[in-house]
């Protein structure tokens, strides 16, 4: 067989069944979901599906009273999809790298541009961050994802995760910093200087600073948020 022919790069991109569970990596960009059931999806992340499987967008009150008004004041771009039913899903987020966690009574807060899909036994709740800073620096509102249950999260490239401990503070730029852990609770630090005035700033104006222990993730990309469009 030539090595470029077509039954070759069809060999080699195959689709494969793993039989891990719900989810499964069918890449680092690409995550089979076998629904049996139901689950909750990012909004316009679906690529394929074959079976019997009903898409419905988040209603308004789908997530309860608290959130609708939470949403509503931020202007949260983020929106939620439920599939139902019973077949293959695979779904992907702008080629980004893909990472899937067991919760076990855990509680991560996430942003809400980094999420991709999560089982219906995992709560979701949207925190808001006490300043006003956050706004300016990427977003307002955050989601903790709580409970028992599979999540899915992306991030541009490989994602790194630092320790926080009691007395050691760690600071990160809020359009590089996906997640941490509920425990932790982020405040705003800003640089606002003359300089910064005159539009000679160092580019790092906002910074999140999290203190006590815990963990956060940041990848290797500044990500510009924007609301959705779709």
């Not at 760690?170 to 005159?198: E, G, M, Q, R, Y």
Request: charge should be neutral.
């Amino acid at each position: 067989m030539s090595r470029y022919s077509l039954q070759e790069f069809v060999n080699q991109t195959a689709q494969q069944d793993l039989n891990q569970g719900v989810f499964e990596l069918e890449s680092d960009r690409m995550l089979e979901v076998n629904l049996n059931g139901l689950i909750w999806m990012k909004m316009g992340a679906m690529v394929s599906y074959r079976g019997q499987v009903k898409f419905t967008r988040e209603g308004i009150l789908e997530q309860g009273l608290s959130n609708l008004l939470k949403k509503a004041v931020s202007g949260e771009g983020t929106k939620l999809t439920k599939a139902e039913g019973r077949g293959k899903m695979y779904l992907a987020d702008l080629g980004k790298k893909i990472s899937i966690i067991q919760l076990s009574g855990e509680s991560l807060c996430v942003n809400g541009n980094d999420i991709l899909a999560f089982e219906p036994t995992v709560k979701n709740d949207i925190k808001m961050m006490r300043r006003v800073a956050g706004m300016m620096a990427g977003g307002l509102f955050n989601y903790q994802l709580s409970g028992h249950g599979l999540i899915a999260i992306t991030s541009h490239y490989n994602p790194m995760t630092l320790r926080v401990t009691p007395g050691n503070p760690v600071f990160t730029d809020p359009n590089a910093t996906i997640a941490w852990s509920a425990s932790l609770s982020p405040s705003f630090k800003t640089d606002i200087s003359f300089k910064t005035l005159l539009g000679r700033s160092s580019g790092e104006t906002f910074q999140m600073q999290f203190e006590g222990d815990g963990f956060v993730v940041v990848q290797p990309y500044e990500e510009v948020y924007l609301a959705a469009t779709r």
